[in-house]
């Protein structure tokens, strides 16, 4: 997809949010991070890096820890990887206008049964590219809020919706997850947030 959307849809003489460099930028382990994000409707944006962009969904309920639970997460336009630090205020009548902090970072592997042998990153980013291609990517986070094995899945009513749901681990669990509502990066919650000096 690469990033020309994500381009299109913001102006970055008004926006913080980061351009993303010419260059893709990779990270030694894949990362993923879930931002919230208090635009004109409430949701959380679950992204997983691959390829050097951070692949997106927006997820209006935000995820969850119990099984059987299954929130629905809309495949938006790839974010630069730079994005996975963004946290502030969106200005008002730019895209996505509202607060973002980031709620949930951490590392993500393919899922291999419960045992993560991919010691080959190219092998790992080939069966998280194959996966998601067919509409049914399981994945393992660690993250300091998430944890444990997931699976995004397509619908078959809308390419574009999918959804997002726990696999029976020992980390899955009936708490509210969503209760644990302050920043990775600054520990603020969302409406604490203030605009910083340009
Ligand atoms: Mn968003």
Same mark, same amino acid.
């Not at 004109?40 to 099984?67: M, N, T």
């Not at 749901?165 to 708490?175: Q, S």
């Not at 509502?181 to 600054?186: A, I, M, V």
């Given at each position: 997809?690469? /990033?020309?959307?994500?381009?299109?849809?913001?102006?970055?003489?008004?926006?913080?949010?980061?351009?993303?460099?010419?260059?893709?930028?990779?990270?030694?382990?894949?990362?993923?991070?879930?931002?919230?994000?208090?635009?004109?409707?409430?949701?959380?944006? +679950?992204?997983?890096?691959?390829?050097?962009?951070?692949?997106?969904?927006?997820?209006?309920?935000?995820?969850?820890?119990?099984?059987? @639970?299954?929130?629905?997460?809309?495949?938006?336009?790839?974010?630069?990887? @730079?994005?996975?630090?963004?946290?502030?205020?969106?200005?008002?009548?730019?895209?996505?206008?509202?607060?973002?902090?980031?709620?949930?970072?951490?590392?993500?592997?393919?899922?291999?049964?419960?045992?993560?042998?991919?010691?080959?990153?190219?092998?790992?980013?080939?069966?998280?590219?194959?996966? $998601?291609?067919?509409?049914?990517?399981?994945? +393992?986070?660690?993250?300091?809020? /998430?944890?444990?094995?997931?699976?995004?899945?397509?619908?078959?009513?809308?390419?574009?919706?999918?959804? $997002?749901?726990?696999?029976?681990?020992?980390?899955?669990?009936?708490? @509210?997850?969503?209760?644990?509502?302050?920043?990775?990066?600054?520990?603020?919650?969302? @409406?604490?947030?203030?605009?910083?000096?340009?």
């Amino acid at each position: 997809m690469g /990033l020309q959307r994500y381009r299109e849809k913001r102006d970055f003489r008004a926006t913080p949010e980061p351009r993303g460099g010419k260059r893709a930028l990779v990270s030694a382990r894949r990362r993923f991070v879930i931002q919230k994000h208090a635009a004109r409707r409430l949701h959380y944006d +679950f992204r997983l890096e691959l390829d050097g962009v951070l692949k997106s969904w927006a997820v209006p309920q935000g995820p969850s820890l119990e099984l059987g @639970d299954k929130r629905l997460a809309v495949e938006v336009e790839d974010h630069p990887f @730079d994005y996975a630090s963004f946290e502030g205020i969106i200005p008002e009548k730019q895209y996505g206008a509202g607060n973002v902090i980031v709620w949930d970072c951490g590392v993500y592997s393919p899922d291999e049964g419960q045992q993560y042998s991919f010691s080959n990153r190219a092998e790992a980013e080939e069966r998280v590219r194959t996966e $998601l291609a067919n509409g049914n990517l399981s994945f +393992f986070l660690r993250g300091e809020k /998430l944890k444990g094995s997931f699976a995004l899945v397509r619908t078959t009513s809308d390419p574009r919706q999918w959804l $997002l749901l726990k696999h029976k681990d020992r980390f899955a669990n009936t708490g @509210d997850v969503l209760s644990y509502n302050h920043s990775l990066l600054s520990g603020a919650v969302l @409406d604490e947030l203030t605009a910083t000096p340009e």
